[in-house]
T-cell receptor, first 114, second 112 residues
Framework: DTAVSQTPKYLVTQMGNDKSIKCEQN?????MYWYKQDSKKFLKIMFS???????INETVPNRFSPKSPDKAHLNLHINSLELGDSAVYFC?????????????FGSGTQLSVL | AQTVTQSQPEMSVQEAETVTLSCTYD???????LFWYKQPPSRQMILVIR??????QNATENRFSVNFQKAAKSFSLKISDSQLGDTAMYFC?????????FGAGTRLTVKP
């Protein structure tokens, strides 16, 4: 079973549209994240949630709205998509337990805005 | 926010040789974690090695080892006996309190 799964893997859409990326983890972790990886491969944290509560929100435009219905899910909704939103978006999860912190990543969603 | 710096955008190494990737970071915390992640062309993020700041002993995982210098805030990755499958982007990362920050990455090419 995939530990962190995100869908879709690829998303091609027109500028101005609204789209969502879903993420689910079956590891029982308390914390989930969204990262954006741009064309230069730079990985930037966007959000982190701990037990459904927003912990980090890194100067992300408010067109991006994360939703955490429960601690196993963290979905990302993007309104009014822009060309600059084209990137790979990674979901990840972690658990603070027995000093064993590490992130488990999903396989990424390649978003292309045309 | 903490920053992580990888000063080598690209590196190459001959198969079977040893290569060291550099990483420095900035923090005012005393307890934190450091990681190296590998990203092959498949795009998957793969954990290579992990170091806890409160441990002085350098972490090792088979052919991968780190040189952790806490006072200098340096965390380099040594890959011994390089293999073609080691070709990938390598990211250094700092983690503390539900927040993980990555360096810009080093693209490593292993040549046959």
């Amino acid at each position: 079973d995939t530990a962190v799964s995100q869908t879709p893997k690829y998303l091609v859409t027109q500028m101005g549209n609204d789209k969502s990326i879903k993420c689910e983890q079956n590891l029982g972790h308390d914390t989930m994240y969204w990262y954006k990886q741009d064309s230069k491969k730079f990985l930037k944290i966007m959000f982190s949630y701990n037990n459904k509560e927003l912990i980090i929100n890194e100067t992300v435009p408010n067109r991006f709205s994360p939703k955490s219905p429960d601690k196993a899910h963290l979905n990302l909704h993007i309104n009014s998509l822009e060309l600059g939103d084209s990137a790979v978006y990674f979901c990840a999860s972690s658990q603070v337990q027995h000093r064993n912190e590490k992130l488990f990543f999903g396989s990424g969603t390649q978003l292309s805005v045309l | 926010a903490q920053t992580v710096t990888q000063s080598q955008p690209e590196m190459s190494v001959q198969e079977a040789e040893t290569v060291t990737l550099s990483c420095t970071y900035d923090t005012s915390e005393s307890n934190y974690y450091l990681f190296w992640y590998k990203q092959p062309p498949s795009r998957q993020m793969i954990l290579v090695i992990r170091q806890e700041a409160y441990k002085q002993q350098n972490a090792t995982e088979n052919r991968f080892s780190v040189n952790f210098q806490k006072a200098a805030k340096s965390f380099s990755l040594k890959i011994s006996d390089s293999q073609l499958g080691d070709t990938a982007m390598y990211f250094c990362a700092y983690y503390n309190n539900n927040d993980m920050r990555f360096g810009a990455g080093t693209r490593l090419t292993v040549k046959p």
